[in-house]
């Protein structure tokens, strides 16, 4: 007898509930061995990790989702489901197809691959020698191109590459990306160029200031419950521990980040902490009834990385942000500060100085970087250039963009440890996180015209819940072209963006 379609769709419903919580079981232990956990235990939990994951794939391609999903959806009352219902059904749709349909063969040598590749991208990055890297990342890219290949069918692009950028920015196409990110390279370029011409150049030597771990914990503290991460109170979803390489990981109560602490670098983990706690605050404030379902979760990559930067640049290098939080630095950190002016520290830590290191960039360079990534990932998966030729390519970039000679392969074309993990299409998605802020600031400034006032006293409320109604509330309930367009009125579009920067950094650099 033919289930009826609400208990079919019940159904359903548990079975993925069963696979989230199983996945944010899977996740805290993630987060053990990157911060807790004994040297010695690295042989059982890999082992741990590997059984989990076994599990996972298990029940992720359960036929049993498969038979639900078609009864749902050749159900003729199908149409009665809500717009929520049918998202979740769309999603896990979507994930099943593609967890089912890439042959297990084909992940099982992707997995191995990776493993390989990095490890080989260690030693040569190590010794500066791309040959050595050269024919594993050529594997990975074959291995790539033909999973990309029957993804394509199932995210029904038009080309591989996009059906790599689904995974990350859903709808989002190469095509899209191309027009989006050279007017924002042309844009950049403008800006770097008037910054570099002018003759107001900030003093740096504030940030070398030494600072102890143990204050820049309680600084980390303080900028967390200034952005409404909860660290601290009783009730608390959120903690901070540290790793070499910050990240946030978890699920609506339990959301962590991590950083690191450099005693003569403390900007180092004062943008980190507050990058992660925009994260995290992403997920701590997803819709509470949409907890255990698919449309509850963030939007995409590029969206997550919206937030991140928002509260990381817009709000944490804002001067108004700082005439709030220096009173409080100085407080936390005794005499260290207590000669600093305001000005000098938000150009200080505004500072523009092209790097060759992404993850080094100033907001003005930053894109650049991803710019680079993506017209490289995008014509070695068009075949238009060969692995062989990266590092040229990636060289003569960085000439012509952001001006800077790259003396080796290490700190250059290996200098990121994504493409030897097989992440390709996922680079985009960091500069479309700041595009789409731009989008939501030109927005939320039409919403809350007083907001600058209000963060110089302290107060991101505001802020915080313009983002929890406009962003957070909207789960995974649209793709990021549609929600973009929800929130914004309009389509993906670079100007808002380019806006922000040239008024800041025209008034910090006086052009
Ligand atoms: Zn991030």
């Given at each position: 007898m033919a289930e009826s379609l609400d208990e079919a769709y019940k159904k359903l419903m548990e079975k993925i509930k069963d696979f989230i919580i199983f996945q944010s079981a899977e996740s805290v232990i993630h987060w053990d061995m990157e911060t807790m956990m004994p040297p010695k235990a690295i042989q059982l939990r890999s082992q741990q990790l590997a059984l989990l994951s076994r599990i996972e794939h298990k029940m992720g391609t359960d036929p049993e989702i498969g038979k639900l999903l078609k009864q749902i959806k050749q159900n003729p009352r199908y149409d009665k489901l809500n717009n929520v219902q049918k998202r979740n059904v769309y999603l896990t749709k979507k994930r099943y197809d593609e967890e089912t349909k890439l042959p297990e063969e084909l992940v099982v040598e992707i997995a191995k691959q990776q493993a390989i590749a990095v490890d080989v991208w260690k030693k040569a990055?190590?010794?500066?020698?791309?040959?050595?890297?050269?024919?594993?990342?050529?594997?990975?890219?074959?291995?790539?191109?033909?999973?990309?290949?029957?993804?394509?069918?199932?995210?029904?692009?038009?080309?591989?590459?996009?059906?790599?950028?689904?995974?990350?920015?859903?709808?989002?196409?190469?095509?899209?990306?191309?027009?989006?990110?050279?007017?924002?390279?042309?844009?950049?370029?403008?800006?770097?160029?008037?910054?570099?011409?002018?003759?107001?150049?900030?003093?740096?030597?504030?940030?070398?200031?030494?600072?102890?771990?143990?204050?820049?914990?309680?600084?980390?503290?303080?900028?967390?419950?200034?952005?409404?991460?909860?660290?601290?109170?009783?009730?608390?979803?959120?903690?901070i521990d540290e790793t070499e390489h910050p990240f946030t990981?978890?699920?609506?109560?339990?959301?962590?980040?991590?950083?690191?602490?450099?005693?003569?670098?403390?900007?180092?983990?004062?943008?980190?902490?507050?990058?992660?706690?925009?994260?995290?605050?992403?997920?701590?404030?997803?819709?509470?009834?949409?907890?255990?379902?698919?449309?509850?979760?963030?939007?995409?990559?590029?969206?997550?990385?919206?937030?991140?930067?928002?509260?990381?640049?817009?709000?944490?290098?804002?001067?108004?942000?700082?005439?709030?939080?220096?009173?409080?630095?100085?407080?936390?950190?005794?005499?260290?500060?207590?000669?600093?002016?305001?000005?000098?520290?938000?150009?200080?830590?505004?500072?523009?100085?092209?790097?060759?290191?992404?993850?080094?960039?100033?907001?003005?360079?930053?894109?650049?970087?991803?710019?680079?990534?993506?017209?490289?990932?995008?014509?070695?998966?068009?075949?238009?250039?060969?692995?062989?030729e990266l590092p040229e390519i990636w060289n003569q970039n960085y000439k012509e963009y952001i001006d800077i000679k790259i003396e080796n392969d290490s700190e250059g074309v290996m200098q990121d440890t994504h493409w030897a993990s097989g992440l390709f299409g996922y680079f985009p998605s960091y500069a479309l996180g700041n595009v789409y802020s731009g989008q939501l600031l030109a927005t939320m400034e039409k919403d809350l015209p007083n907001w600058r006032k209000q963060l110089e006293k302290g107060k991101f409320s505001p802020v915080k819940d313009w983002l929890i109604e406009n962003v957070h509330s909207h789960g995974d309930l649209y793709d990021p072209p549609q929600l973009i367009k929800k929130i914004t009125g309009k389509e993906l579009n670079v100007k808002p963006y380019l806006n922000y920067l040239n008024e800041k950094y025209s008034e910090l650099y006086d052009f």
């Open positions: 990055k190590a010794s500066q020698n791309f040959a050595m890297f050269k024919q594993e990342l050529e594997k990975m890219v074959e291995l790539k191109k033909k999973a990309a290949e029957i993804l394509m069918e199932v995210k029904r692009t038009t080309t591989p590459y996009d059906a790599l950028i689904d995974i990350f920015e859903p709808k989002m196409t190469a095509k899209t990306i191309t027009q989006v990110f050279d007017e924002l390279r042309t844009g950049l370029v403008r800006l770097l160029k008037k910054c570099e011409s002018s003759k107001k150049h900030p003093n740096t030597s504030v940030l070398k200031r030494k600072i102890s771990v143990d204050t820049q914990r309680r600084i980390a503290k303080a900028l967390a419950e200034s952005v409404g991460y909860d660290t601290a109170s009783k009730n608390a979803g959120g903690r990981t978890g699920y609506y109560d339990d959301v962590r980040i991590t950083t690191h602490y450099y005693e003569d670098m403390f900007a180092s983990s004062v943008f980190s902490v507050l990058h992660e706690a925009g994260h995290a605050i992403y997920e701590q404030d997803l819709k509470q009834d949409w907890m255990y379902q698919p449309v509850g979760s963030g939007c995409s990559s590029g969206f997550h990385e919206s937030q991140s930067r928002f509260i990381e640049n817009i709000i944490g290098r804002s001067r108004e942000f700082w005439v709030y939080f220096l009173p409080k630095l100085k407080e936390i950190t005794g005499k260290t500060f207590a000669d600093v002016n305001l000005d000098n520290l938000v150009h200080a830590i505004n500072q523009v100085k092209p790097s060759k290191i992404r993850v080094e960039a100033d907001e003005i360079t930053y894109c650049l970087h991803i710019v680079i990534r993506f017209n490289i990932e995008r014509d070695l998966f068009a075949d238009k250039i060969k692995v062989k």
